[in-house]
């Protein structure tokens, strides 16, 4: 499954950045959720870790959502998330630890912005 965005606790944002409306929500909830049911399998999320608005190389796994957004998929629905850097198996982990391994997958360019920003984070 595809997303837009993830920020460092594992929500996902599917359809929307800020206010602007891109899809919609289709089947992501229903397929993130029944996979997590299961104990023998777990949802994929796929992402390339950037994309080039304006001329400009931008992070698709942030730190903070921009306003407005919507979470299509909350935290605690979120299993395994995947760019071209690796997966983050974020089932079962804490806040930090989550962040952790976001940012172990997020493009280096953006790897000391998110630390800064999972500073803000508690647990």
């Known amino acids: 499954m595809a997303t837009l965005e993830v920020d460092l606790q594992g929500q996902i944002i599917a359809d929307t950045i800020g206010a602007r409306e891109y899809s919609g929500v289709g089947g992501h909830t229903d397929f993130v959720e029944g996979t997590s049911l299961s104990l023998e399998h777990t949802s994929l999320i796929c992402l390339q870790s950037t994309a080039v608005v304006n001329g400009q190389l931008k992070t698709r796994i942030i730190g903070d959502m921009a306003p407005h957004s919507v979470v299509t998929t909350p935290r605690h629905l979120t299993g395994v998330i995947v760019t071209e850097y690796g997966y983050a198996d974020l089932r079962g982990?804490?806040?930090?630890?989550?962040?952790?391994?976001?940012?172990?997958?997020?493009?280096p360019q953006f790897r000391d912005e998110l630390s800064a920003a999972a500073e803000l984070l508690g647990r």
């Open 93 to 107: 982990l804490t806040v930090k630890e989550r962040a952790r391994a976001m940012i172990s997958i997020a493009h």
